[in-house]
């Protein structure tokens, strides 16, 4: 699987093409999972809103970067237990997520649950679109003397677009959300909600709005961060 979703998504899919949609019904928390070596388990919960059964199935890869892109791959270093069940109506079930490589954790470790609801072909009807829920789950491994994030920041014009670039000099992440880009006091563009992670040592980029005539100069990003809010300066560069 070489393209991934972006943050913590949930994604819609379309298991039939006619117009009248019913609801999915997965729900998963937490929304992200954080442990610092030696610990290796977690729990993932999930809950099952409508009433009737619903067949899950749950699988872990390796998250990486590479050339501004995400990237996901198998692994055995991570499991999660059930991998597929079937949850009852209004039920709630719960997952472990479990490192099982007996290697340390040198500095942070990145993977990605991904959580499906699958579809049930006994249920389609004529006339409906059932939406099927994928939830996409960042799960970090680090060990605590891990270099906090510390991310270089640029901005470029590729066509009709602009690309914020961040590279990440530290060992942890660096999540991105409600972005903003001001040059002056003119709003250049931005995005909000969720933009995306910067792994520790890897280099990300986002395109941010559409390109503006911007006369050099630098551009000042706001946003936040999982430290909280943050700004930076930004020097312009044109291709």
């Known amino acids: ?13 379309l298991y039939l093409t006619t117009p009248i949609a019913n609801a ?5 928390a937490p929304t992200n999972l954080d442990l610092a070596a030696p610990e290796s388990a977690a729990m993932l ?10 067949n899950v199935q749950v699988r872990v890869f390796r ?27 209004n039920a709630e079930y719960v997952v472990r997520v479990v490192r ?13 649950v991904i959580v499906d609801e699958l579809p049930d072909a006994s249920r389609a009807q004529a006339g409906t679109v059932t939406l099927i829920m994928r939830h996409s789950v960042p799960v970090f491994f680090r060990n605590p003397d891990a270099k906090a994030s510390d991310v270089s920041w640029g901005l470029s014009q590729h066509g009709g677009s602009l690309f914020l670039t961040g590279k990440n000099n530290g060992d942890k992440r660096f999540r991105l959300s ?25 280099t990300m980029q986002w395109r941010i709005g559409k ?12 946003g936040q961060s999982d430290l909280g809010p943050f700004d ?8």
């Not at 919960?45 to 619903?54: E, G, K, Q, V, Y």
């Not at 099982?100 to 990605?112: D, G, I, L, M, Q």
């Open 178 to 202: 409600n972005a903003t880009l001001r040059h002056g006091k003119t709003n250049v563009g931005g995005r909000g909600g969720l933009v995306g992670y910067v792994l520790g040592g890897a």
């Open 232 to 239: 930076a300066n930004i020097a312009i560069s044109k291709h």
């Open 1 to 13: 699987m070489r393209r991934m979703l972006s943050g913590v998504s949930v994604t819609a899919l």
């Open 100 to 112: 099982t490589s007996n290697a340390p954790v040198h500095k942070e470790e990145s993977y990605r």
């Open 45 to 54: 919960n999930l809950t099952n809103d409508s009433d009737r059964p619903i």
């Open 211 to 222: 390109a503006k005539s911007l006369s050099g100069g630098r551009v000042t990003l706001q």
């Open 63 to 89: 998250w990486s970067q590479k050339d501004g892109a995400e990237q996901l791959e198998p692994t055995t270093d991570v499991v999660v237990s059930p991998p597929a069940t079937q949850m009852g109506a």
């Open 24 to 28: 999915a019904s997965l729900r998963v």
